[in-house]
Structure formats: structure tokens, C-alpha cells
């Protein structure tokens, strides 16, 4: 089998170097793209970036596996089952993967992929959308863990909203900024069920400076979706805006010693993503709960489900491209809407056998 797999891999390489030279394509090593791929995940958090490397770490002994060098081996050859073929690997190898970790990390090592077709560092006869297609038949469906929020979850916004401001002077105008801002932050996360990558981009214009109770963003896949905020997480945008005094564009703004010169419109003082992410990290630390910015996002849809919201409802306000994303992750929470549907609308045998006997014959 790993022959017959080194030998298609082979023909596939020298069938694409003829093409490479007519069409001036350069291709660069597995080596290289991971590297690339590496730097693309900068605005990823460090759990998600370690995730990603440590599957494609994997890959890697895969490819070797294979009798393939990674720092030698261009992207183009790789040929449309390598994924696949990475998956059965997993499970083969001295029994040590368990079917779930297997997906994990062809899960992770897809979106490398995915990075390749767009960089078009894939042999032109090979799309991503090709290869994903025959991994999901491959795998099948699996069942989706259900997230557990706990209630607690909501301490990590108390907690910054009841952390104590301190005098209002120039010594400390640096952190008050930074924890009206932080405010803001966790705030908005709950209220919207925003992405941290969709908080970050957002304008203090999308909103108009709090005025407003909903903005449109550009969430993932570069669809726009309109966004909700309530009055605590508005009241909490204006006293951060109000504080910094400024017409920089971006909503949330670094406010460290190091953050350099603002650029245009303050643009490079704009939070990252990453950045974010640490904000929700510090405030669960002081709250004794261990949190990420996700956690706010399935606290909000959950609260939503669990007060009589529908899953279409719902998966239009967290902007999920399809319905199956929603039902798979919540449909749990609304069992007990589903228990109340049932007792409201079910009929013992008995009344269905009584109304049954008082029915004329058709005869």
C-alpha cells in the first residue's frame, strides 16, 4: 500500500515539473509552506497555533512514513487522497490514535490544505473543495461534542465590570483606559455573540460611537452579518470612547507603553484578535474560571435557546453559514422545549381508541 502511495506521489511530481517550467510556477517545500502557514496563524490564539503545528507535526512523520523528505518534497505533488491517506494512517498506527483524535488532526492538517489552494500552491488539477469531498466520505459523520457552559462563565464580565477604577489622572490614565475598554470588550462578547476576529475589526463608525444598537460586521468567509447590542454593552462602549477623547477609527485600541506611533486613523494601534483573546484569558484568571472568548459565545446561545429562541433564530444572530452548524453544536439545550411539545400535543392510546370507536363506519 505505502508503496503503491510513494509510486502515485512520484508520477504526480515529475508530471507536474514539466508543467511548473511552461507556466514559470514556483512551488515551495512542505518545509517552506508550514513555515508560511505558521506566520498566516500569528492572529490565531497560542492553543489554536500549537493545535495546528502539532497535527501537521503528525503529517510530517506521515510523509517520512512514505519515504518522502518534508524539507525536500514540493507542495505540488501531493495527490487528491492524501488526506485520506493521512487518516488511515492514524488509525493504523499501533493502535495509539483513537478514531476522534484521528479527525482532530485531519481537521487540523485540512486547514493547511485549505491555505495551499489559496496561495494556488496545490497541482492545478486539485482543489481543496476535491479533497475535503472524498475525506467526508471517508470519515462519515461524527457526533458533535456539545459545548458545557456553565453559568459561571458570566463571572468573567462581572468581574471586570466590578474591578475598581483608579483616580482619574495622568499617572493612571493608561489603565483606566485599559479596563474601560476591557469593560467594553466583555461586554460586547456576551451581548452580540460576536467572534473575537469580528470584535476586532469593528469601527467605533459601525456603531455609531454606541449610539446605535446594532452594527454589521464582516464575519467568517467575508459574509456580513448585522449584529445586536444590548444597553449594558453600549453603556459600556461610550464610557470607553468617552475616556480616550480621540477620532481614531478602530473601537478597541492598545493602550500599552510599546504600542509605537497610531498610523492612519490609528490603525496600528487597532486590538487584535490575539489581544482579545488575552483580554478574556486575564478577566477568567480573576474570576477562578477557566474561559476563552468562545465560552462567551455558547454562554449567549445558550441563554437565547434555553428563553424560548429557535435554532434558525439563533443561528442567524451567531452567523453561522449553515443551520447543521447550529443544530449540531446546541440542539441539546432546547430538549426541554422539544419535552414540552411533546406533552402538550400527545394523545394517549386510549383517546385515540375512544374517538376511533365514535367514528361511523365508512361502510
Known amino acids: 500500500m505505502e508503496r503503491t502511495n510513494l509510486a502515485t506521489l512520484e508520477i504526480a511530481g515529475k508530471a507536474q515539473i514539466g508543467t511548473e517550467s511552461e507556466a514559470e510556477v514556483t512551488f515551495p517545500t512542505y518545509v517552506e509552506a508550514v513555515t508560511a502557514f505558521g506566520e ?13 503545528l ?3 507535526n503528525r503529517f510530517r512523520e506521515f510523509l517520512v512514513s512514505l519515504g518522502w523528505q518534508p524539507d525536500a518534497i514540493r507542495t505540488d505533488i501531493f495527490p487528491p487522497e492524501i488526506l485520506e491517506q493521512f487518516y488511515t494512517w492514524l488509525l493504523k498506527i499501533n493502535g495509539r490514535e483513537r478514531r476522534s483524535t484521528a479527525v482532530a488532526y485531519v481537521s487540523e492538517v485540512r486547514a493547511f490544505f485549505r491555505f495551499l ?10 482543489s481543496y473543495e476535491h479533497m475535503k469531498d472524498g475525506l467526508r466520505e471517508l470519515i462519515g459523520r461524527l457526533h458533535y461534542k456539545t459545548p458545557r457552559v456553565d453559568d459561571a462563565i458570566a463571572l468573567i464580565v462581572t468581574t471586570a465590570k466590578n474591578h475598581p477604577i483608579g483616580p482619574n489622572d495622568g499617572r493612571t490614565l493608561a489603565q483606566r483606559l485599559e479596563l474601560l475598554r ?3 470588550i466583555l461586554t460586547t462578547l456576551y451581548a452580540t455573540g460576536m467572534r473575537r476576529e469580528e470584535l476586532s475589526h469593528l ?3 459601525d456603531i455609531q460611537d454606541g449610539r446605535v444598537d446594532e452594527g454589521l460586521v464582516t464575519g467568517k468567509g467575508g459574509k456580513e452579518r448585522v449584529v445586536f447590542f444590548d444597553e449594558a454593552s453600549l453603556t459600556a462602549i461610550r464610557a470607553y470612547l468617552a475616556a480616550r477623547n480621540d477620532t481614531y477609527l478602530p473601537l478597541f485600541l492598545r493602550h500599552d507603553a510599546g504600542r509605537g506611533k497610531a498610523g492612519l486613523h490609528g490603525e496600528r ?3 487584535s484578535p490575539q489581544s482579545i483573546w488575552g483580554v478574556v484569558k486575564k478577566y477568567s484568571r480573576l474570576a477562578n474560571v477557566n474561559a476563552t472568548t468562545h465560552h462567551l459565545r455558547h454562554l449567549k446561545a445558550r441563554v437565547l435557546l ?5 435554532l434558525s433564530e439563533v443561528q442567524d444572530i451567531l452567523g453561522h453559514a449553515s443551520p447543521e452548524t447550529t443544530k449540531k453544536i446546541y440542539a441539546p439545550y432546547t430538549k426541554q422545549h422539544l419535552r414540552e411539545a411533546f406533552d402538550r400535543f400527545s394523545l394517549s392510546a386510549e383517546d385515540i381508541a375512544r374517538r376511533a370507536r365514535r367514528t361511523p363506519d365508512a361502510e
Open 203 to 205: 469601527n467605533r463608525t
Open 182 to 184: 476591557d469593560r467594553a
Open 269 to 271: 494601534w487597532r486590538l
Open 117 to 126: 489552494d489559496r496561495r494556488r500552491w496545490l497541482r492545478p488539477d486539485l
Open 306 to 310: 434555553n428563553n424560548g429562541a429557535q
Open 54 to 56: 502539532s497535527a501537521l
Open 40 to 52: 498566516s496563524l500569528l492572529a490565531k490564539s497560542p492553543r489554536t497555533r500549537t493545535n495546528y
